[in-house]
């Protein structure tokens, strides 16, 4: 429930923050920001949200199929162009993938430090929770 609470606390610091810039940045961008800046510091520990964020991470392929659904027309409407559109979907998701793996992979280092004792003991997934 904590982590619920987090996340959507987060979510709306970013809400309130787009509205106030002038950025053009979309407020959940802003609020999960916040939280990596968060984490990072050690201003809220990674056991606060570790439980929802696995939650969340495990059920993530799920949350896309209404969008896979609804592309769908989108790309007859595309007609003879769907094919350059499908390769350019292709390659940024890769791209995107590659750069999320790359920071996982470096981010772990500047993680750890900030983790609390009883988060040392276990494993960054939270496999005991």
Do not use: C
């Not at 982590?3 to 606390?9: E, N, R, W």
């Not at 787009?18 to 968060?38: E, H, I, N, Q, Y």
């Amino acid at each position: 429930m904590r982590a619920a609470a987090v996340l959507l606390g987060f979510e709306a610091l970013g809400y309130v923050l787009s509205r106030l810039l002038p950025w053009p940045v979309p407020d959940t961008v802003l609020g999960m920001v916040l939280l990596a800046v968060a984490l990072n510091r050690g201003w809220i520990p990674l056991s606060w949200v570790q439980a929802g964020a696995d939650f969340l991470l495990r059920w993530l392929a799920l949350f896309f199929v209404p969008l896979v659904v609804a592309g769908i027309p989108v790309l007859t409407a595309l007609g003879g162009r769907a094919a350059a559109f499908v390769a350019v979907v292709a390659v940024s998701t890769a791209a995107g993938l590659f750069t999320a793996g790359w920071v996982v992979a470096g981010g772990r280092e500047n993680v750890a430090p900030n983790r609390t004792a009883r988060d040392a003991e276990e494993p960054l997934g939270g496999a005991g929770r």
